[in-house]
């Protein structure tokens, strides 16, 4: 009974396991430079996003900057706290799944984003604002 | 049928043994769940689950996210605007004491794994303390939103206009230097800006609200020449910022009640090498709250 489960939820990923050489621990332990150094390139992206905001490359430019340092932060967030390095790849799977569906909802909702600013530009014009 | 099964499971079973030794395991670990065969089995299936958590709570946040980029990209010039009235420097000071945590966090997971027991319990205290330091930042935010008016929707009725603001005196040189970035936050059909102090709310309500509050001061102060003049429905911003760092902040309260719960098991011992699953997954859980502050710190304070 319960090797039937295993075979079930295990069994693709034990080539990782072994390749690894991590199959006698249960998971991989984060050695401590690398915690602190995640922690340290954090704090770093943090006052360079603070710092290039007093910048000005243009609106679309420093917000695309921002964005491209917050993804850098939450990619090792993801990578290092999350262990997802060291994870079995299905979870890297699904999280990235999960990101691809909330921009297609992003993108597929700003297509249509227009669709009734005309008729409150209208409404607003006949309010005399 | 059975050596079938065992065939597969190389790995899972080096000696052949296996069932057996299984039971004795069963037998003498009380942290192993009678539904798994071995610890691992009983990590990896914990750990699945709270990442499917996980995802639902991205997807959750996606909805938020989705309104703020429409409603950005209709209106930039509202964020640019409305953005003055956040204090940049307790966004910065909240996102270093919400990474600090999830490196408390994640220290906290390898003491379990090693089987630490005093750091594990020193870096959980430690969580919850950047956890509540976190929210004292936040109600000190709040409680000046509050104080200064500037809040959702019709309710967005600030005390000072934003060339007053330190923040815009700081980005602009003191009022009356008008620059190109001001031109840009004007929205071209608004009129005086003592007049659109009334165009803040919503539509329906637009002359009975602001009235009352208007008239102790808003048309006293006069515009220095080049100030920005207030767009249209600035609120929506106070409405979006509530909901995202509202919803944030009921995640980070959730956060201390499962450290405080991961607390009291650390103190009990319940933790150790081969069973810190619950350290793992509310150090998971944690990093994603700690990972869409990190989105929303730039997306919010940092508006150029």
């Known amino acids: ?129 | 049928m059975a050596q079938l099964v065992a065939d597969q499971l190389p790995q899972h079973d080096p000696s052949g043994g296996h069932g057996h030794a299984q039971d004795a395991e069963h037998a003498h670990n009380p942290f192993l769940a009678h539904h798994f065969d071995t610890p691992k089995h009983q990590f990896e299936a914990g750990k699945l689950g709270i990442w499917i958590f996980l995802i639902t709570e991205i997807l959750f946040f996606g909805g938020l996210f989705c309104a703020y980029a429409i409603y950005r990209s209709l209106h930039p010039q509202v964020f640019v605007y409305a953005h003055y009235y956040l204090d940049t420097f307790w966004g910065a000071v909240n996102t270093g004491v919400l990474i600090l945590s999830s490196l408390t966090a994640a220290w906290a997971v390898r003491n379990a794994q090693l089987g630490e027991q005093k750091k594990l319990v020193f870096n959980i205290i430690a969580t919850v303390c950047l956890a509540f330091c976190f929210l004292c930042v936040k109600y000190v935010e709040y409680a000046h939103k509050f104080h200064e008016q500037t809040l959702p929707g019709r309710y967005f009725n600030p005390e000072h206009e934003v060339w007053e603001l330190p923040s815009y005196q700081r980005a602009h040189g003191h009022a009356g230097h008008g620059s190109a970035a001001e031109a840009h936050a004007v929205e071209p059909q608004a009129g005086s800006a003592g007049e659109v102090a009334a165009t803040g709310a919503v539509p329906t309500a637009a002359s009975a609200v602001p009235t009352a509050a208007g008239a102790e001061g808003k048309e006293a102060k006069v515009a220095p020449p080049g100030a920005p003049v207030r767009p249209r429905n600035v609120g929506v911003f106070f409405s979006i910022y509530f909901c995202m760092t509202g919803l944030h902040g009921i995640h980070v309260v959730a956060g201390i009640i499962t450290w405080l719960w991961i607390l009291r098991r650390a103190l009990r011992g319940e933790f150790g090498p081969s069973h810190f699953g619950a350290v793992d997954y509310a150090a998971l859980y944690w990093h994603l709250v700690d990972l869409i502050w990190i989105y929303l710190f730039p997306l919010l304070y940092l508006i150029h």
């Open chain 1, 1 to 129: 009974m319960s090797t039937h489960q295993h075979s079930a939820n295990g069994s693709p990923e034990s080539g990782n396991e072994q390749r690894d050489g991590h199959h006698d621990e249960i998971a991989h332990v984060t050695p401590k430079k690398l915690l602190l150094g995640v922690w340290g390139a954090l704090m770093i992206l943090t006052i360079v996003t603070v710092a290039v905001t007093l910048i000005d490359f243009g609106a679309q430019t420093n917000l695309i900057i921002a964005m491209a340092i917050a993804t850098i932060k939450a990619g090792l967030v993801v990578t290092y706290f999350m262990h997802l390095r060291w994870d079995r790849p299905f979870h890297t799977l699904i999280f990235l799944g999960s990101l691809l569906f909330v921009s297609l909802f992003i993108s597929m909702t700003l297509l249509d984003k227009s669709e009734y600013e005309g008729s409150i530009e209208e409404m607003y014009l006949k309010k005399g604002q």
